[in-house]
């Protein structure tokens, strides 16, 4: 089911959030969509308000179980546009709440991956993730697994990619499925695979790469979460767009790509042909390692310019008895 519902990303499911101060560069463009999302483009206008989204389930009209009362009906997705902000490790709920008084709505969250900067995230955890939702934040959850094996930073050269890149992809997918029902990221939620910076001119690295990526969206997937992607945009970016340029299949369903401009060129980038992950499946980090102070409060960040999907959180009241959709999630994710 939730393939019908990453290939109607920008369909009539979403729910939209207002823009806070430095959006994105201009609207999304109307082109139909080309590449790993088939949109219905007819339909892609149609919003629903976010506190409905939450409740509301992405009708599949070739899937019966999808119909209303159907038990494998897809949450729908939620998508935010406007400024977000990614920092290595997830800050304390003090400076959260001050931050509210910033421009950006969203925060991105290294919630998991053997290849994280910062393993230990003292702060991530299911009652921090309700919190910050209470006061209005979207998340945007990163998962730092293994890494191309031509990586270029010498730190994360240790969690390259073996030599059975499907089977890797496929239980690191996994593992960030259990990592994100285990801090109450609800099914529907994207789940955003960060891929350092490789050298995609070696041709045997850039296929296992390729096949690692493949397999871990394929696996998100399959149990029910969106597989987002982020990397540079001259090299991992540029790798999945002449992928998806050849019709190759398993590919992200939204882009977070990274090319510190300093400006956000959220719907220009060079390298993405223009319907590319459009609408509502990109994101641009257009700054990195900048400090920013608000409530009193400095945070050293990256910058980022989004229209894509966020998280969605399973209430607190609801995770105390286990997800309300339980029933839907396959063997492998229940608690």
Known sequence: MIAAVVAALAGAALAGAPAPAGAPDRAAPTAPAAGPLARDTASRDTASRDTASRDTASLD??????????????????????????????PSLDVMRAWRSSPYGAVGIYFGGRGRGCPTQRELTPAWVTSVDAMGWRLLPLFVGSQAPCVYAAAKRPFAIGSSPVSQGTREGGDAVRAAQALGLDVSSPLYLDIEAYDPGDAGCAATTLSFVRAWNRE?????????????????????????????????AVMWFARWLGRPVLYTESVLQPEAWTPHARIHQYAGNVSETYGGRRVAIDRNAMDAPVARVVPAAVRGGGTADEARLPDAVRP
Request: net charge negative; with cysteine; aromatic share 8%.
């Open 61 to 90: 009209p070739d899937d019966p179980s999808s119909a209303p009362g159907g038990a494998a009906a897809a949450p729908a997705l939620v998508h935010y546009v406007g400024q977000a902000f990614d920092t290595c490790e997830a």
């Open 220 to 252: 998100v997937t399959r149990l029910g979460y969106v597989p987002g992607y982020y990397s540079s945009a001259d090299t991992g970016v540029q790798h999945i767009e002449a992928a998806r340029r050849a019709g190759t299949k398993d590919l992200p």
